[in-house]
């Protein structure tokens, strides 16, 4: 309970500052330092891209050298130091250049200067460094725990199902504690930014950093601290080696004459090692052994000979790749949220009673919110009511929790259009086309049904697809199936930025999209063009699922000796195995 605890404590204070901090860059971007709107979208969806690139580095020195509890610590503080920069450039006026005249005069507002911009994305350059130390290694590093925690009080008697059965609680458990430290974060946090002041409001999430560093050095001697089992990168390009090396050899039929050493893989392999499968059968000439392969002593080169675990590593990782790839658009769908929903939402009717006005990116609580009902009521309600219907003990299979996020994904980036189209014609119905500056008489709820939309989509997609990479994932490589998850992220966003870009270039000069003046914009056509692309996405993801073959795995105390699959189970009939 003590570990528990820490481990918790930790993780909430460090969501509450990453979230806190994030949430409201774009106002920061377009209104203190008056850069324009799309050049600052295109700033966050790059930071956000490098921030989900850098986990592949952290994931390599967690998993080759350094460890998971380690490599957090290094990042939380290379994070720190990036957040004490943002503070500093938010409180000293030299850093920032003169606010707008109020209201505006006929000179445009001055922009930030380039060692201003430089001195800032230096800042959010550590900040993104920084997540990659803390993005890979936090679920692993939680699920270690559980897990070995797990297994010596069920010694005697390990039931795969209750594993099954403790390891999606967890992944729930771990998105649903993320949530709700967010929510704070964008409640009081945003709010501060907004009505109290920027210093403020970026120094007290770098103060919850700086208690979750605390925190989590506190709860090391708590802490369950897997071994490093050597760098599964090196491992991945030693097979493709071996394999190019004897791209000539023949494949023998049987798999038994394919070389396998137990004490070898004994470190990477304590959950059992993986069997041979008959699929991408060219890197089976990896484990083919020839002259010269193995030591007068007895030891493989193992650029020049992999067991076949090894080799099944890089099959496992190979076959999610379609699979995974299906993350990357759910990403560039939703990189919207924290810029053009963001700006919308600061040009309508944002008032609560006569005295308060709800901050723009506070909209995002909404998402969040609906993340954590939908977490809450999936356990209690909807896995017992799917375990009736499909009689698997999870109620579905994390192949179809992904497959139901990316439908609800849709509908998501579709509600966004047409509510977009109700609030520019409402700026037209009153001659607001040509004052951006200007409230259009729209309440900013109309934005809450796209968000609640988004955050149900989320609970179901991004739980199922971690879940999906720690899963099927080699057991060595962990952190790295978590980087992956962060790494679908990177990619998505850099092609929000692409695709944002692109979009501005095509429809300049005929009716541009988008524009800093958004009543003129079309960010409606751009968000339906979304839909569109989601909606192919979707239908990319259930072929990929359709043909996707789940990692099959020797059970330790039931094979004495080497066993092999009879047939591969495909996910027509096979996903219940999750």
């Not at 990896?286 to 002593?297: E, K, L, R, W, Y």
């Amino acid at each position: 309970m003590a570990l528990s605890t820490a481990f918790a404590a930790s993780e909430v204070c460090d969501r509450f500052a990453t979230a806190g901090f994030g949430a409201n860059l774009i106002t920061y971007l377009t209104q203190q330092l008056h850069l324009p709107l799309v050049e600052a979208s295109n700033t966050l969806t790059n930071f956000s891209g490098t921030s989900s690139l850098t986990p592949i580095l952290g994931a390599f020195a967690a998993d080759a050298f350094a460890g998971r509890f380690w490599t957090i610590i290094a990042g939380s503080v290379v994070y720190q130091l990036g957040m004490v920069g943002v503070v500093v450039s938010a409180v000293l006026p030299s850093l920032r250049p003169p606010p707008c005249d109020d209201p505006p005069a006929a000179t445009p507002c001055q922009r930030a200067s380039g060692w201003q911009l430089a001195l800032l994305y230096l800042s959010l350059l550590l900040t993104s460094l920084g997540s990659g130390g803390i993005r890979p290694c936090v679920v692993a590093f939680g699920a270690d725990q559980f897990e070995r925690l797990d297994s010596a009080e069920e010694e005697e008697k390990a039931k795969a199902k209750a594993e099954a059965e403790r390891k999606r609680r967890y992944f729930n458990l771990y998105f649903f504690t993320m949530g709700l430290a967010a929510l704070l974060a964008l409640t009081v946090v945003v709010y501060i930014q907004e009505n109290v002041g920027w210093g403020w409001g970026f120094g007290i999430p770098a103060v919850g950093m700086f208690m979750s560093i605390v925190v989590f050095l506190v709860g090391y001697p708590l802490y369950v601290l897997v071994k490093p089992g050597g760098s599964p990168f090196t491992r991945l390009a030693q097979v493709v080696a071996a394999a190019f090396k004897k791209r000539n050899a023949a494949v023998p039929e049987d798999p038994r004459m394919l070389y396998q050493d137990k004490e070898l893989d004994a470190l990477i392999s304590t959950n059992g090692r993986l069997l041979h499968t008959n699929q991408l059968t060219f890197f089976d000439r990896a484990a083919i052994v020839t002259a010269g392969d193995i030591s007068p002593s007895g030891q493989p080169d193992p650029w020049r000979l992999s067991t076949v675990h090894r080799v099944e590593e890089l099959k496992s990782i190979v076959r999610m790749l379609p699979i995974w790839s299906a993350g990357i658009m759910l990403a560039t769908a939703s990189s919207h949220n924290y810029t053009f929903t963001i700006m919308q939402a600061r040009t309508m009717d944002r008032h609560m009673g006569p005295h308060f006005q709800l901050p723009p990116a506070t909209l995002s609580i909404f998402s969040n919110a609906a993340m954590l009902v939908t977490l809450a009521l999936y356990d209690r309600v909807f896995v017992p009511l799917a375990r009736r219907v499909t009689g698997l003990p999870s109620g579905i299979t994390y192949f179809q929790r992904m497959g139901i996020g990316l439908a609800i994904s849709v509908l998501s980036v579709a509600t966004a259009a047409l509510v977009e189209t109700k609030r520019r014609d409402a700026a037209a119905r009153h001659g607001l086309l040509d004052s951006p500056a200007a409230v259009v008489p729209l309440s900013v709820f109309w934005l809450v049904p796209q968000f609640a939309v988004h955050g149900v989509g989320d609970a179901f997609s991004s739980v199922g697809h971690m879940e999906f990479l720690y899963d099927q994932a080699p057991e060595s490589m962990r952190s790295s199936a978590a980087a992956l998850f962060w790494l679908a992220a990177s990619i998505g966003n850099y092609m929000g930025t692409v695709l944002v870009t692109a979009v501005q270039r095509a429809t300049r000069g005929r009716g541009e999209w988008l524009q800093d003046n958004i009543n003129r914009g079309r960010i409606d056509n751009y968000y339906w063009l979304v839909t569109c692309i989601t909606l192919l996405n979707l239908g990319y993801y259930l072929v990929c699922f359709y043909f996707y073959t789940m990692k099959p795995l020797e059970v330790a105390d039931d094979c004495d000796k080497d066993c092999e699959l009879s047939s591969l189970q495909k996910n027509g009939s096979g996903a219940a195995l999750v």
